[in-house]
């Protein structure tokens, strides 16, 4: 015998390639965990203060860049949330870096996807921004909505911002100078206080 398997001669060559369902699974896999990751992000005590400072002394900071990438996410502004998860994780911020990572595996961006995993895995074993210590802030969004966004995520569901809380991120000022990164929304030094007003104004 030649240890060949003739089920193996047998196959078509096309049946060689990846299967299209683990594919599927797996980008419904890495939105699922994307969804977690922004909803912790959310529900760290420092994420308003992180927010308010991301421009301080002329310093843009990762930490409120990660924060606003998030905000921007979960508002369906996808393009913004790459921009400031790329400039957070331009600035070290590992958490930023897996944000791409999932959100390009999500879309089917397997190459891109890498990239960003690599990019991860890297900064992760380097020093954080210092965002994660306990903040007398109350968080950016309630309790009610993290919970809200958690059960969505165990229902497979993508989570997004009231509609309130989106209009708020649909606002900021805008730049769209730049071929590469048209319409970007920018950060506003009243963008904490707004969240705020909208999450307390009553449904109607």
Same mark, same amino acid.
């Given at each position: 015998?030649?240890?060949?398997?003739?089920?193996?001669?047998?196959?078509?060559?096309?049946?060689?390639?990846?299967? /299209?369902? /683990? $594919?599927?699974?797996?980008?419904?896999?890495?939105?699922?965990?994307? @969804?977690? $990751?922004?909803?912790?992000?959310?529900?760290? +005590?420092?994420?308003?203060?992180?927010? @308010?400072?991301?421009?301080?002394?002329?310093?843009?900071?990762?930490?409120?860049?990660?924060?606003?990438?998030?905000?921007? %996410?979960?508002?369906?502004?996808?393009?913004?949330?790459? &921009?400031?998860? !790329?400039?957070?994780?331009?600035?070290?911020?590992?958490?930023?870096?897996?944000?791409?990572?999932?959100?390009?595996?999500?879309?089917?961006? +397997?190459?891109?996807?890498? &990239?960003?995993?690599?990019?991860?895995?890297?900064?992760?074993? $380097?020093?954080?921004?210092?965002?994660?210590?306990?903040?007398?802030?109350?968080?950016?969004?309630?309790?009610?909505?993290? @919970?809200? &966004? $958690?059960?969505?995520?165990?229902?497979?569901?993508? /989570?997004?911002?009231? /509609?309130?809380?989106?209009?708020?991120?649909?606002?900021?000022?805008?730049?769209?100078?730049?071929?590469?990164? +048209?319409?970007?929304?920018?950060?506003?030094?009243?963008?904490? %206080?707004?969240?705020?007003? @909208?999450? !307390?104004?009553?449904?109607?």
């Amino acid at each position: 015998m030649n240890g060949s398997s003739p089920t193996a001669k047998a196959a078509p060559e096309h049946a060689l390639g990846p299967a /299209p369902a /683990p $594919l599927r699974l797996a980008h419904r896999q890495a939105r699922h965990e994307l @969804a977690l $990751l922004c909803s912790l992000v959310l529900a760290n +005590p420092a994420s308003a203060a992180s927010l @308010a400072r991301l421009v301080d002394s002329e310093v843009e900071r990762p930490d409120g860049a990660l924060v606003l990438g998030v905000l921007l %996410h979960l508002a369906d502004y996808q393009e913004g949330a790459r &921009f400031w998860w !790329e400039f957070a994780a331009g600035g070290g911020s590992h958490l930023a870096a897996s944000c791409l990572w999932f959100w390009h595996q999500s879309r089917g961006e +397997p190459r891109d996807a890498r &990239f960003w995993r690599l990019q991860a895995e890297s900064l992760a074993e $380097l020093p954080q921004p210092d965002w994660r210590l306990a903040s007398p802030d109350r968080p950016l969004v309630s309790r009610a909505v993290r @919970a809200e &966004f $958690l059960a969505l995520c165990k229902q497979g569901m993508v /989570p997004r911002l009231p /509609p309130r809380l989106a209009a708020v991120l649909k606002s900021l000022p805008v730049e769209d100078d730049d071929g590469d990164w +048209p319409e970007i929304p920018h950060w506003s030094p009243d963008v904490v %206080h707004r969240l705020r007003s @909208a999450a !307390e104004e009553p449904p109607r």
